[in-house]
């Protein structure tokens, strides 16, 4: 039995949903999305909620059922509200700019870093040490997030590199004589 499976999804206003045969679809003032739904479960539209059930009792419809109200609650808020994530840079030298549709960041390495940003997300730089990335799909953010993260991850020593905003990296002390 799961908890959130059991949780109807509230359509927000502004927000159109449908659904076509699997495929629940959300059409909103930040784009459209969708989700496809595996056959352990349903979705139904009752007024002003999407609901999702299990279409059988195993264990792995009881799984699905859950993750894909989730999913459906994911696409709704985002092309409604949209997600964003911020990373924070730490370390002398380092620091990134939005030039056009890039990303480029000096990072340590010889070179600078250059990042694509794809069409439907959009990142800003408010100072050179924060990223901002924001769009409707969460799940993109956050691979775009871990991917530019990955370019320098926070080392334990200085606490250098690229990190989540809030993120807490455990320092370790460095060597005694």
Known sequence: MSRIGQKPVEILSGVDVTINGREVIAKGPKGSLSVTLPEEVNAVINENTVVVTPANDTPVANAQWG???SLIDNIVVG???GFSKTLEITGVGYRAAVA???LEMALGYSHPVIFEIPE???IKCPNPTTIEISGADKQKIGQIAADIRK???PEPYK???IRYAG???RRKEGKKK
């Open 151 to 153: 370019w320098r991850k």
């Open 79 to 81: 092309v409604s509200q």
């Open 120 to 122: 439907d997300i959009e």
């Open 67 to 69: 993750l894909n109200r």
């Open 100 to 102: 056009g549709k890039k």
């Open 159 to 161: 606490g250098k590199g």
């Open 167 to 169: 993120e807490y990296v």
